[in-house]
Nanobody
Framework: QVQLVESGGGLAQPGGSLRLSCAAS????????MNWARQAPGKGLEWVSV???????IFYADSVKGRFTIARVNANNMYLQMNSLKPEDTAVYYC?????????WGQGTQVTVSS
């Protein structure tokens, strides 16, 4: 059974940092391209970052480029390091992957950036 579990969210001040984790099980994590996406209150889903199966091809949305870092940790985990946080980064963050046209999502972790 495919499972994605995000953790690490919470409250941060503007300019602060958080590290989100995504724990994967039920599939060969190292074989798939993985994404982070977010949904801010009252807004649609926004793609944030992608990392390929080898961990070498990495891309970021312009809104987070230079502030966020995606990386694979081991055979079952990846993280999203978020620095220089802004109030507009407030959202529920999800990890995601797709296989054979089907998309898998975790339950999300809430990130709130506020003073």
């Amino acid at each position: 059974q495919v499972q994605l579990v995000e953790s690490g969210g919470g409250l941060a001040q503007p300019g602060g940092s958080l590290r989100l984790s995504c724990a994967a099980s039920g599939f060969t994590f190292s074989s798939y391209t993985m994404n982070w996406a977010r949904q801010a209150p009252g807004k649609g889903l926004e793609w944030v970052s992608v990392i390929d199966s080898a961990g070498t091809d990495i891309f970021y949305a312009d809104s987070v480029k230079g502030r966020f870092t995606i990386a694979r940790v081991n055979a079952n985990n990846m993280y999203l390091q978020m620095n220089s946080l802004k109030p507009e980064d407030t959202a529920v963050y999800y990890c995601n992957f797709e296989v054979y046209g089907r998309s898998y999502w975790g339950q999300g972790t809430q990130v709130t950036v506020s003073s």
